[in-house]
């Protein structure tokens, strides 16, 4: 079964923190992603990586960095966390076959909460 | 980057099929449609795919009409458990970037 770990549910930083999340697949998939989810504004994409240390923005990267070192790993990074930043993020991966890119699996998500 | 319109919510009841219409009026010749689920405090799950005509699998079926400026998402006899939000994409699939999520259509299904 595909799995798609994150390596927390629920985490509470404070505002200029440094905010480290990780996402692991255990599918070899070559592509990763970051989003965020907010109420009423759906699923935004913030980094996507489609091999080990590459890194493409997606819609929203400000404010954000990503690190992939290995290829299961993907790792989202808030350099100094604001409270605009809180929100659910999900992490995703898929095939880097042609015409997989857009079935992705999905973790469970990490409600990321900057006080 | 074709832009996509469903409805907001739908209600339904238990045993009842359900068909959830989604229009992209501005579809490119290379984009494809693709539908995810998502239940409450669980990431999406991607339910089917196609490009033209009808696919169908286990879980659902997809209907596109001839000019693609829209899709059905149907859903054979619903039950509570099918309770979510349902997204409609489109998008080139050999595209990295060009897959984007609306807010989806809530489908509540009712006993």
């Known amino acids: 079964d595909v799995k798609v770990t994150q390596s927390s549910r629920y985490l509470v930083k404070r505002t200029g923190e440094k905010v480290f999340l990780e996402c692991v697949q255990d599918?070899?998939?070559?592509?990763m992603f970051w989003y965020r989810q907010d109420p009423g504004l759906g699923l935004r994409l913030i980094y996507f990586?489609?091999?080990?240390?590459?890194?493409e923005k997606g819609d929203i990267p400000e404010g954000y960095s990503v690190s992939r070192e290995k290829k299961e790993r993907f790792s989202l990074i808030l350099e100094s966390a604001s409270t605009n930043q809180t929100s659910m993020y999900l992490c995703?991966?898929?095939?880097?076959?042609?015409?997989?890119?857009?079935?992705?699996?999905f973790g469970p998500g990490t409600r990321l909460t900057v006080t | 980057l074709a832009k996509t319109t469903q409805p907001i919510s739908m209600d339904s009841y238990e045993g009842q099929e359900v068909n959830i219409t989604c229009s992209h009026n501005n579809i490119a010749t290379n984009d494809y449609i693709t539908w995810y689920q998502q239940f409450p405090s669980q990431g999406p799950r991607f339910i089917i795919q196609g490009y033209k005509t009808k696919v169908t699998n286990e879980v659902a079926s997809l209907f596109i009409p001839a000019d693609r400026k829209s899709s059905t998402l149907s859903l054979p006899r619903v039950s509570l458990s099918d309770t979510a939000v349902y997204y409609c994409?489109?998008?080139?699939?050999?595209?990295?970037?060009?897959?984007?999520f609306g807010k989806g259509t809530m489908l509540l299904v009712s006993p």
């Open positions: 599918m070899d998939h070559e592509n």
């Open positions: 994409l489109v998008g080139d699939i050999e595209g990295y970037s060009t897959l984007t």
């Open positions: 995703a991966s898929s095939k880097g076959t042609s015409g997989s890119f857009a079935e992705q699996y």
């Open positions: 990586s489609y091999d080990v240390k590459m890194k």
